[in-house]
């Protein structure tokens, strides 16, 4: 299973960037699907999560700002960020998990004040 994670860039505060993560090498449709950030010397931590089923949860931090997407069709899953700010700035991991975990390359997102 492979995951490419896309879209990041650097944004003012306020403004709003979509990541993307396509799968490939497996069923799309079979992972649940997680985002997740990690800032410079902090630990990783989940964002955003939606299940197979479409069932989806955030971090409290992200709450009304973010949402999590998925499009088994193409074999995509999206976080739309809205509202962004300095402290969103982290290098972002999608991550797909079916018996066990498999990460993607990241991708830098940069919130200037």
């Known amino acids: 299973v492979q995951l490419q994670a896309s879209g990041g860039g650097l944004v003012q505060a306020g403004g709003s960037l979509r990541l993307s993560c396509v799968v490939s090498?497996?069923?799309?449709?079979?992972?649940?699907m997680g985002w997740y950030r990690q800032a410079p010397g902090k630990q990783r931590e989940l964002v955003a999560a939606i299940t197979r089923g479409g069932s989806t949860n955030y971090a409290d931090s992200v709450k009304g700002r973010f949402t999590i997407s998925r499009d088994n069709a193409k074999n995509t899953v999206y976080l739309q960020m809205n509202s962004l700010k300095p402290e969103d700035t982290a290098v972002y991991y999608c991550?797909?998990?079916?018996?066990?975990?498999?990460w993607g390359q990241g991708t830098q997102v940069t919130v200037s004040s």
């Open positions: 090498g497996s069923i799309f449709s079979i992972y649940d």
């Open positions: 991550k797909a998990t079916r018996y066990k975990d498999y």
